[in-house]
């Protein structure tokens, strides 16, 4: 299934307050979903710049958005580097920026990577689709116990994360922790405490490794930062978000913006989606859009 629902669709667009011609950044393309419309309000004269860090879904929006005639470049980059990938478009100044952070549909259901607990997949849960760099894998097969701790407490809110990660210690002693469903068995075994709990006892461990594997909050930091830097004055971010830790690092940076003189938050509090959307995909039910407009 080669599909995302596209989350607060018309409000993040329509947030951004896009006129025809405008030079557009998205920093998650995915499949394209915000994209098309993005594209569909800069009309023939505008530029769009977007980037994913995975490969695979940047290239399927490549092909789905090939009627739209506006000019198209498509980086498959962190949006952390914002900066650099703008000065290889040849752009100093953007009007508008979307980030919808997270994952895709796509990514959870369809790439083996291990973003699942529901299935048995190489434990790898980078966002990326080549296989460098830093793996959910390593994370629980080499690293300490405490850290592994420290970020299942950190990242996921998991209160019992020093027992989690007791048992993954314990578990790898025995053989590698290779993938997403062993891990799940792990995880379950060592919580067996929690009946009550209406959450799946794996849901806040995976959520925490995927953080880690793919420094989120350090790029969602990074890209906030350097995208600000190069927005045009009047020129809006919309960040989507879909949980706590990232919607609170964006609501402190755009308040320092606005209380340094240098912006203006367009959502004073943060846009939800209706209850229609979240009928319609209940994967939506935790975003939160925050917009802030350059001075
Ligand atoms: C929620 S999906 C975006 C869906 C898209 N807006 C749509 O409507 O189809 C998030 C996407 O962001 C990408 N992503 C997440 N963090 C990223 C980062 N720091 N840099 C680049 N891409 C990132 C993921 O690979 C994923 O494809």
Redesign the pocket.
């Known amino acids: 299934m080669d599909r ?1 629902i ?2 607060l ?1 018309r409000e993040g667009t329509e947030g951004l307050a896009i006129k025809e011609g405008a030079t557009v950044f ?10 098309r419309v993005l594209c569909e309000k800069i009309g023939k004269p505008g530029f769009f710049i977007g ?4 490969q695979e ?1 940047l290239s399927i ?1 490549e092909e789905r958005l090939k009627d739209l005639p506006c000019k198209k470049l498509f980086f498959c ?4 580097n914002i900066d650099s990938v703008l000065a290889k478009a040849g752009v100093e100044k953007v009007d508008a920026i979307l980030l ?5 549909n796509r ?1 959870l259901e369809v790439t083996p990577r291990g973003f699942s607990f529901m299935r048995d997949e190489p434990l790898l849960m980078t ?1 990326r689709s080549s296989g460098d760099g830093l793996t959910a894998r390593e994370i629980v097969n080499e690293w300490a116990e405490d850290s592994i701790a420290d970020i299942i407490y950190g990242y996921g809110e998991e209160r019992f994360a020093r027992r989690i990660a007791r048992g993954i210690v314990e578990a790898r002693k025995e053989k590698p922790i290779e993938t997403s469903g062993q891990l799940a068995e792990i995880i379950k075994k060592s919580v067996t405490a929690r009946r009550f709990s209406k959450i799946n006892p794996t849901t806040k461990t995976f959520q925490a490794l995927r953080i880690a594997v ?1 420094d ?1 909050l350090g ?2 930091r990074e ?1 906030l930062r350097k995208g600000f830097a190069h927005l045009a004055p009047q020129g809006r971010m919309a960040v989507i978000s879909f949980h706590s830790l990232e919607d609170r690092i964006v609501k402190e940076f755009f308040r320092q913006q606005a209380m340094d003189g240098n912006a203006t938050i367009a959502t004073k509090k943060p846009i939800v989606p209706s209850d229609v959307e979240i009928k319609e995909n209940p994967k939506s039910r935790s975003a939160k859009l925050r917009i802030i407009i350059k001075n």
């Open positions: 995302h596209s989350v669709l998205e920093g998650t393309v995915g499949l394209g979903g915000h994209s980037t994913d860090a995975d879904s929006a980059d962190n949006f952390r919808d952070i997270g994952l895709s990514q966002f793919n989120e790029a969602l890209g």
